[in-house]
């Protein structure tokens, strides 16, 4: 723990969508002392390994610090210029929506909205889509067809108060670990409390489950449509809150009736017997929260399943009250926050649709007559349309598609067709950023000022304590000067964080009237400075937990039901694997910032493929040797690390590597561009490949 000091700066973590608190001091070498806030609600001062080592990844090693066109160095008014007129030009000749913007969770708050007000309110299309496609979209959809807005309803206090968690394609103990060590503390309190794991894979949070379910890959939605019928079987569902509170119940347990143990077990992979003895510890258990992340969302029934899982808590009235409710934990420091702003291509902006009503309300309160009037491309579609030459102007902020979106590199082969790339980012070099025509030096954490919301809905104050280096500036600042550039200086004269976010606050609060979840009021009159963290909406006083009085925001006022179908097994061809993507615990997306920190390399050194002993055996694959995989889609190189914690006839492969930092590592050439239907949301889960020792 460190002693605060003059120069200490209450900031927020730039990794994971828990949001810790951190304090950051720099020192007279240069260096800067990071810990764990210990007054901020999401961690009190707990840091992860990730988080601990932020002081190790600001150098300035890498980084971009000059505007740049075609490998040039420029003035900023000349790199501004050459965009603005590159945007104005294919708007001109093709129309508004020739353009796009590719955003990043990584953006602060005040980013996104400028970013969203620019596209949507005055080029006059919605294409500006975010690496949040591939994090929480599924979870969103999910939301809004249950509950008709997108509200994560509990907070990180259910998870210490629950007598039973239920983490389902989620290894928080690697992707969440302060929320992994706040469950890991309250069950060394409360020794009764349950955990099971629902994973095809035994990752290391399999470590506190009292039950590890290793499900075959989307079998969770079998899982939780079989849990439906037995709830109601075992006479535990809450007749009196179904009837007052929601819609559909009939119709989501007749498709439910379908699935017996037994069929469930088909789906599955599971025994009956695990199935079982999860459906009576779920059924007897008052106080249940479901945890869900990526092995949720990123599949081509991720709606689906979600939906699966909130039906199961609506049944039992399991939802909004301590130590209950379904709860997406987010991948990104502000997907959520994102989200907010309208940073998806099918919202408008503050957590309003493409309504009649919100496009008007929303033109009349940024003043534009040039409103956005329905969704544009979601990310995957977005660069399916460059490939096809629609789009001739993008502007990518603070990610790397060529490495992170599914058949990368189809991305690489969209983007080099493109005819004005322009990339905003830290870094000089990026497999994203080498194909830029136009490079913008970006402000980085530490530099940055501005807010983001974590996946308990609460907002946090992301402050600089380091320079702007170089000509790096925030992000909110290009996007402004573009703006400006592009004629709409009149509504983007903002001079500071402070008041973009006022007026993000001001059009939460725009004709709202409780009609809205997405609820900044009570902040109008907000320190932009000293502001503390907290839960929205925030009218009166910040709310704690959400629905727990019934009250949802569909038109009808009640939560819905949705019939599930489960999707059927995967059977993979002869001789495939299937092939399993995700985290590891050290590093961070494409490792931009992570990468710079050697104790954090020190952990997983080079890209890996788990594969079981069997497999391997079979294959002639040997410990740590070489390993190709393939398919229709590309290649990619790797190491075998040969466990039982793999099921046989899959695999996994962590989602960092990139050309940068290992020849041919890059996991998500293989993944193919298969979306939910709902969400758009990629199934970076499920990829079919060839695997063959080297
Ligand atoms: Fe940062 Fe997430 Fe680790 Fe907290 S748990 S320190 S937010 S990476």
Request: proline letters at 6%; hydrophobic letters at 40%; glycine letters at 8%.
């Amino acid at each position: 723990n460190q002693a605060l000091t003059a120069s200490t700066v209450k900031t927020t973590c730039p990794y994971c969508g828990v949001g810790c608190g951190v304090l950051a001091t720099p020192q007279r070498d240069g260096s800067v002392t990071i810990a764990g806030d210990p007054d901020h609600p999401a961690n009190f001062g707990r840091l992860c390994s990730k988080g601990s080592a932020l002081g190790e990844t600001l150098s300035l090693d890498g980084r971009l610090l000059h505007p740049e066109i075609a490998d040039r160095r420029v003035t900023w008014d000349e790199a501004l210029d050459h965009v603005a007129n590159g945007f104005m030009s294919a708007i001109n000749t093709f129309g508004p929506q020739s353009v796009a913007i590719y955003g990043s969770g990584q953006l602060l708050t005040e980013d996104y909205y400028l970013a969203n007000k620019l596209m949507k309110g005055f080029i006059g299309a919605a294409n500006i889509d975010t690496n949040s496609r591939l994090c929480m979209a599924s979870s969103v959809a999910g939301h809004k067809r249950a509950f008709g807005s997108d509200t994560v309803p509990g907070n990180y206090e259910d998870l210490e108060q629950a007598d039973l968690i239920v983490l389902v394609g989620s290894n928080l103990g690697w992707c969440h670990p302060v929320l992994y060590q706040r469950i890991v503390a309250a069950r060394a309190a409360r020794p009764d409390m349950k955990v099971v794991l629902i994973d095809p894979r035994r990752t290391v949070s399999a470590d506190i489950a009292d039950l590890h379910l290793p499900v075959s890959p989307d079998g969770d939605s079998a899982l939780f449509v079989g849990l439906l019928a037995h709830l109601d079987h075992a006479g535990v569902t809450d007749s009196d809150y179904i009837s007052a509170y929601t819609n559909g119940f009939e119709a989501a347990l007749l498709t439910a009736e379908d699935w017996s143990v037994e069929r469930v077990a088909v789906a599955t992979g599971l025994a009956p017997s695990a199935i079982t003895r999860f459906y009576d510890l779920f059924a007897r258990t008052r106080k249940v929260v479901t945890v869900y992340s990526q092995g949720v969302n990123q599949s081509a029934a991720g709606t689906d399943k979600v939906n699966a899982i909130i039906n199961c808590h609506l049944a039992t009235g399991r939802i909004g009250r301590p130590g209950m409710g379904p709860f997406s934990v987010t991948g990104q420091p502000n997907a959520m926050g994102g989200r907010e702003a309208g940073g998806l291509a099918n919202m408008l902006a503050a957590h309003m649709d493409f309504t009649p009503e919100a496009v008007d309300r929303v033109g009349r309160f940024w003043g534009s007559a040039n409103v956005a009037q329905g969704p544009g491309l979601k990310a995957v579609d977005l660069f399916a349309a460059m490939a096809r030459g629609e789009i001739k102007a993008v502007w990518i902020m603070a990610t790397n598609p060529v490495d992170s979106l599914p058949e990368a590199d189809a991305i690489r082969a969209a983007l080099k067709a493109c005819p004005l790339v322009v990339v905003s980012d830290m870094n000089r070099h990026t497999d994203t950023m080498d194909l830029a025509h136009i490079r913008f030096p970006a402000a980085g954490w530490g530099e940055k000022n501005g807010t983001v919301t974590n996946s308990e809905r609460r907002i946090s104050r992301q402050r600089p304590f380091l320079a702007l280096p170089g000509e790096a500036r925030p992000d909110w600042w290009i996007i402004r000067e573009v703006a400006k550039r592009l004629g709409h200086g009149h509504a983007f004269g903002y001079e500071s964080p402070a008041e973009i976010f006022a007026e993000h606050v001001a059009l939460s609060a725009f004709e709202n009237g409780g009609s809205r979840d997405f609820d900044l009021s009570a902040l109008m009159d907000a320190d932009y400075e000293t502001l503390v963290p907290v839960q929205w909406p925030v009218r009166a006083r910040p709310t704690a937990r959400m629905f727990g009085d019934g009250k949802f925001f569909t038109p009808d006022g009640k939560a819905r039901f949705l019939p599930i179908q489960p999707p059927p097994p995967f059977a993979p061809a002869p001789g495939t694997f299937i092939l399993n993507t995700g985290r590891v615990r050290d590093h961070w997306h494409t490792m931009t910032r992570t990468g710079k920190a050697a104790r954090l390399a020190a952990h997983l050194a080079e890209p890996f493929v788990e594969i079981h002993p069997a497999d391997a055996n079979l294959r002639g694959i040997h410990r740590a040797s070489l390993v190709r995989l393939s398919n229709q889609h590309g290649t990619a190189m790797v190491r075998a690390l040969i466990t039982d914690r793999q099921q046989r006839g899959h695999l996994f492969v962590p989602m960092h590597w990139t050309d940068q930092f290992a020849s041919n590592g890059r996991v998500d050439a293989l993944v193919p561009g298969k979306t939910d239907p709902v969400s758009g949301q990629p199934a970076l889960k499920m990829a079919q490949v060839h695997a063959e020792p080297v």
